[in-house]
């Protein structure tokens, strides 16, 4: 996702470069030295400039980016599943947005659309719930930070710099899923549904009272059932602590935190 300050939707249009065999038709020169080709409409010549050409429209369809498919893309390749190149994200960010502009991506996986975006001068937010982010993205904005010249660095000059903040979210019914995931035995699934229900962190269609009624049902099935009904029946929006919440004194939010907090928003 892309946001322009300046525009409400933005698209610009881009080309590829000129061809060799495209240049070459340039084969005039005028009195202050600059190549341009000739034609003439209704008798009266007419000249394109050579600097003045944009070069060739791209189409929707893009071609000429290699995919990690076919190729590792000279080491860029991260071990990572559904890892896209920079010059394609590089390409997707010139289009939609202008330098300054944020860069959202909500799935930020191995860092791709950040670390391109840091290298051409716009601003980015990544989400990412997995916990390799410290590992892989993380280390991988350090590197763009620091001045790496790979990806698309040399084709957009890249010279290091620039900063980025990482914090993560106040876990509320996120811990209880970690709980639920390492519970060994039936009387731990327990534990975890029990917390669940005290604490007011079921859907809302489901009642404790009707969990109980059907307590010797739950016996019955098997631990992984049991785990995913649990599962189910944990709120998901309630994952992490909502910012409406922050001053809830059941969360016991800490005053350093609300500052950061207050103060990570406010430079959004």
Known sequence: MFYSKNEK???????????????????????????FKQYFDNGKERRVYLKSSKGKPMSDVWTDIIGFQTSNRGGETLGFDGQKSEALIKRIIEASTNEGDYVLDYHLGSGTAASS??????????????????????????????????????????????????????EDNESLVNELEKAENAEQVKIVLNKAIDNGKLIPSVLPSDLKENEEDFDKISLDEQKNLVMELLNKNQLYVNLSDIDDEDYRVSEADKEFTRSFLQKI
Request: charged share 35%.
């Open 9 to 35: 939707f933005l698209f610009n249009k881009l080309y590829h470069p000129l061809d060799e065999k495209t240049i070459k038709r340039y084969d005039k020169v005028d009195e202050k030295g600059e190549r």
């Open 117 to 170: 975006a840091i290298k051409m001068n716009r601003k980015f937010i990544g989400i990412e719930q997995m916990d390799y982010i410290d590992e892989i993205a993380v280390e991988r904005l350090k590197r763009a930070i620091d001045g790496e010249l790979v990806c698309i660095s040399k084709s957009v000059n890249w010279q290091g710099g620039g900063s980025f903040v990482y914090c993560e979210l106040l």
